[in-house]
């Protein structure tokens, strides 16, 4: 008992300094509207490292309140690399997380070659817009839940295989193969991630 009052007490010393980071990070946020694409990725990139860090201090954690800290400071970062992704490309969450782990600039060929097949192939259709309008509701949530579990480097290798399998297909010409796999892959993800 006596751990978890020191805890707490050390917690409520260090509040005023947990507000301040938060209030530093939505000024930071304000500005990052007219940042350029390689300026967000860069943001994205250093954002994903505080991620890193917070996620190895929480497993160091004493306390509730202290782990709750740092879940909410990893979901806020989220939040910003969420906006950042949606606002530089167009909506592919699960693909921009997936690149941007690898490295892959937000112009490179995967980025591009899924922008391209939505916005020409699947968008053409009823069917095919209704799917895009759906991954759109779920796909930003999925990226948060999996970059808060320790596995999230390994689950990102293996969207990003999987979104370099689409490729292949619409490269083939298989366009109605690769909309159906990154489906499944979507669904899959969302499923693990509940």
């Known amino acids: 008992m006596k751990i978890d009052s020191d805890c707490q007490a050390w917690n409520e010393e260090q509040e005023p300094d947990r507000r301040h980071r938060r209030e530093v990070e939505r000024e930071e946020y304000k500005s990052l509207s007219n940042l350029s694409n390689s300026e967000k990725q860069d943001r994205i990139s250093q954002l994903e490292a505080r991620i890193e860090n917070l996620k190895d201090d929480l497993k160091w954690s004493k306390s509730s309140y202290e782990s709750e800290s740092y879940r909410d400071s990893i979901s806020n970062l989220q939040d910003e690399i969420n906006d950042l992704s949606s606002s530089s490309s167009g909506g592919c969450y699960l693909t921009t997380a997936a690149v941007y782990h690898k490295g892959e600039a937000d112009n490179g060929y995967t980025l591009t070659t899924l922008r391209n097949f939505r916005d020409n ?74």
């Open 121 to 194: 192939y699947m968008r053409a259709t009823p069917e095919g817009e209704a799917l895009v309008q759906e991954y759109y509701k779920v796909a930003p949530g999925i990226v948060e839940k999996v970059n808060l579990r320790d596995d999230s480097s390994r689950v990102w290798d293996l969207v990003y295989r999987e979104v370099g399998n689409c490729v292949s297909e619409i490269e083939a010409d298989k366009k109605e193969p690769a909309q159906n796999r990154y489906v499944r892959m979507t669904k899959t993800l969302e499923r693990l991630t509940k």
